[in-house]
């Protein structure tokens, strides 16, 4: 069994065959699929989601790009989001330094912001990262032993595995993995330690190799285990159980 540990099939592009990507991923051995909120529309939708399904959980949070909607009514309102039995975590929350559509400083009050709520509702947290690992690990460092989660969509190198490692986080891994020159991610992959490893598909997006360029689902989380077989010389059914096995105690479901 597998379980999707970052998925957004809340969106539109999923509103024609929602039951039909669900039935798919079924048959696929995924079991959970969690669905990550990065405004308050998609996390509104992640947890109506999560109520309708018993295999699917939700969280809710504020993405970067729209740091600058994270007003304290929102804060206030993911807090009483985060009570519902069905969230598991906060976010995603980050710093996107490539493409800057909220200010830079804004990005990292917004974070904060949602890091105090992860520390104050004792929650783990889904972490956003592209081109920000200069300001994301030192932010993660300072709260060392009070945050936990995982850095989703993971592409840093060995050495910046080996600091996320440190602070006690989780390595998410997804489609990219299966991407022919995908060298740094593949090495990750290779020796991430098997308790901190997470497969993903951050679906509709980052479809693997064979669907690349087309809209991703949870039922190709599969590809990204056969790759990640590959890589280690381990079973298809040892990463599918060691990956759940991580999810549930990440995040205690």
């Not at 994301?136 to 910046?160: K, S």
């Not at 098997?194 to 509709?204: F, K, M």
Request: with cysteine; net charge neutral.
């Amino acid at each position: 069994m597998f379980i999707d540990s970052h998925a957004h099939i809340q969106l539109s592009q999923f509103n024609r065959d929602r039951d039909a990507v669900l039935k798919r991923a079924h048959e696929a051995a995924v079991s959970n699929i969690l669905v990550i909120g990065f405004d308050m529309e998609t996390s509104l939708g992640a947890v109506e989601l999560a109520e309708k399904h018993s295999h699917i959980y939700a969280t809710v949070g504020m993405h970067p790009h729209d740091a600058k909607d994270l007003t304290s009514d929102v804060l206030k309102t993911f807090r009483e989001l985060a009570a519902h039995p069905k969230v598991i975590a906060l976010g995603e929350m980050g710093l996107d330094y490539y493409r800057n559509l909220s200010p830079r400083s804004v990005q990292k009050v917004a974070f904060e912001q949602q890091l105090d709520l992860a520390e104050e509702m004792r929650m783990p947290i889904i972490i956003h990262n592209r081109d920000a690992y200069v300001d994301i690990l030192p932010i993660l460092e300072a709260r060392q032993g009070r945050v936990r989660g995982v850095l989703h969509c993971f592409t840093g190198d060995v050495e910046l595995m080996q600091r996320s490692l440190a602070i006690g986080f989780h390595i998410g891994i997804g489609g990219i993995v299966t991407y022919p020159n995908a060298k740094d991610i593949q090495a990750v992959a290779r020796e991430v330690p098997e308790d901190r490893l997470l497969i993903e598909t951050d679906c509709p997006w980052l479809a693997p190799q064979f669907r690349r360029g087309k809209r991703n689902e949870p039922a190709y989380v599969r590809a990204v285990a056969e790759k990640i077989t590959t890589l280690r010389g381990a079973s298809i059914k040892a990463i599918g159980e060691v990956t759940t096995k991580n999810f549930q105690k990440l995040f205690a479901c």
